[in-house]
């Protein structure tokens, strides 16, 4: 049972630039969640889905993000007009059900860096 | 509101030596508490929790933590670090009130093992 995926390790983006951050959960899981982590800072919660329903976003910002988890495929995290402040690593995590912290699996994450 | 304080940045051992990392933490429920590990260019694991049972924890890799309620911490100890014990760890609390996972992470304390 693969882990949960996130692709790609690594995605450089031009200020104005979309970035498409995918994450593929667990086989099994259908609770997505999205951290942030700015450098040498801890992960911040940016939005929890579930199959094709956002649950909670309180902690994603106003503009230019959007978050989707999709009846197949994995979940995008999507940022428009990229800036320099979006620079971080996206880490995506899954749990097969609702609500146990026991059981949430962090993938590698994406390292976001707008030029 | 619940936050996590971790009051080491980094912190600095020799091989063989013990490790202390320090974590408080606020909440307005009883949390749930965990420490995760992050080596570098990988995802987060987890290395221990505490689920309202018994206040010392023992995880992975010979760690343990001991919750004390009245000093309102969570500190991570290992009796002889090792080499592959260099990486970030974070201290993480949550309040299993709010919907799905939402964990609040701690800044991190990145240790250093010396040889």
């Known amino acids: 049972n693969a882990g949960v995926m996130q692709n790609p390790r690594h995605l450089v983006r031009r200020r104005g630039q979309e970035a498409r951050l995918r994450c593929s959960p667990m086989?099994?899981?259908?609770?997505v969640y999205w951290y942030r982590q700015l450098p040498e800072e801890g992960l911040k919660f940016m939005v929890y889905?579930?199959?094709?329903?956002?649950?909670?976003e309180s902690g994603m910002p106003k503009e230019r993000f959007s978050a989707e988890f999709p009846k197949e495929g994995p979940s995008i995290l999507r940022i428009q007009q990229v800036v320099r402040g979006d620079s971080a690593a996206y880490f995506c995590?899954?749990?097969?059900?609702?609500?146990?912290?026991?059981?949430?699996?962090f993938g590698s994450g994406t390292q976001l860096s707008v030029l | 509101a619940q936050s996590v304080t971790q009051l080491d940045s980094h912190v600095s051992v020799s091989e063989g030596t013990p490790v202390l990392l320090r974590c408080n933490y606020s909440?307005?429920?009883?949390?749930?508490l965990f420490w995760y590990v992050q080596h570098p260019n990988k995802g987060l694991q987890l290395l221990l929790k505490?689920?309202?049972?018994?206040?010392l924890v023992k995880g992975i890799n010979g760690f343990e933590a001991e919750f004390k309620k009245s000093e309102t911490s969570f500190h991570l100890t290992k009796p002889s670090a090792h080499m592959s014990d260099a990486a970030e760890y974070f201290c993480?609390?949550?309040?299993?009130?709010?919907?799905?996972?939402?964990?609040?992470f701690g800044g991190g304390t990145r240790v250093l093992v010396k040889p």
């Open positions: 086989k099994g899981h259908s609770h």
């Open positions: 993480v609390v949550s309040d299993g009130q709010a919907a799905g996972n939402k964990l609040t």
């Open positions: 909440s307005s429920y009883s949390p749930s």
């Open positions: 995590a899954s749990s097969p059900d609702y609500p146990t912290n026991e059981k949430l699996f």
């Open positions: 505490y689920t309202s049972a018994a206040t």
């Open positions: 889905l579930q199959k094709e329903n956002i649950i909670d």
